[in-house]
């Protein structure tokens, strides 16, 4: 059990179009999805929550106009990267908190997102 | 706020030889504290947590942790590596909020390389 997918594994796009991730809990709900950011041999640095039905909290320094999070199902929650330039390209996971439990957290395989 | 200290970046070792990946923390609160293990492309999975009782913490894979709390340490323990467990470790916390947990905080990761 509690099993998140991500869609893409991998993208390859070309600078200034716009590219979305699929982050999906597959066998629980989650009225909670967060995102992340991982550079090369580096470690994750958390981008957003994502609460069902919400606006998504962004941490400081992530721009939300250019990663737009939309959390329209207690199962499904997407990160769209507008406008995506080279300095973009990284390693994006999500993960999902189980509503109604302790907070314990269950992450997906990853998006390996280039842009070129 | 909680931070985490991965002490080393890489730890090479022989199969069939014990391993220590070093984490510590600090918090002005209780926390709840995680091992993760991420291989080449993939997301993060979880080895083991620690959220109360006994300092002992068996994981997965065969792994173990033991919390220190005097010494605000989270060390991960096998006592025989295989070839298999070639791998980035990532130690984390998150903030203990009442029965459930925040936001986690990664420290750098460690990456251990098994050698035959």
């Known amino acids: 059990g509690a099993v998140v997918s991500q869609h893409p594994s991998r993208v390859i796009c070309k600078s200034g179009t716009s590219v979305k991730i699929e982050c999906r809990s597959l066998?629980?709900?989650?009225?909670?999805m967060f995102w992340y950011r991982q550079f090369p041999k580096q470690s994750l640095m958390l981008m957003a929550t994502s609460n069902e039905g919400s606006k998504a909290t962004y941490e400081q320094g992530v721009e939300k106009d250019k990663f737009l999070i939309n959390h329209a199902s207690l199962t499904l929650s997407t990160l769209t990267v507008t406008s995506a330039h080279p300095e973009d390209s990284s390693f994006y996971i999500c993960?999902?908190?189980?509503?109604?439990?302790?907070?314990?957290?269950?992450f997906g395989p990853g998006t390996r997102l280039t842009v070129t | 706020a909680q931070s985490v200290t991965q002490l080393d970046s890489q730890v090479p070792v022989f199969e069939e030889a014990p391993v220590e990946l070093r984490c510590n923390y600090s918090s002005s609160v209780s926390v709840y504290l995680f091992w993760y293990v991420q291989y080449p492309n993939q997301g993060l999975q979880l080895l083991l947590k620690?959220?109360?009782?006994?300092?002992l913490v068996k994981g997965i894979n065969g792994f173990e942790a033991e919390f220190n709390k005097s010494q605000t340490s989270f060390h991960l323990r096998k006592p025989s590596v295989h070839i298999s467990d070639t791998a980035e470790y990532f130690c984390a916390v998150a903030r203990f909020l009442g029965g459930s947990q925040g936001n986690l905080i990664f420290g750098k990761g460690t990456k251990l390389s098994v050698k035959p």
């Open positions: 993960s999902a908190r189980v509503a109604g439990g302790p907070g314990e957290q269950y």
């Open positions: 620690y959220l109360s009782g006994s300092t």
């Open positions: 066998d629980f709900q989650a009225t909670t």
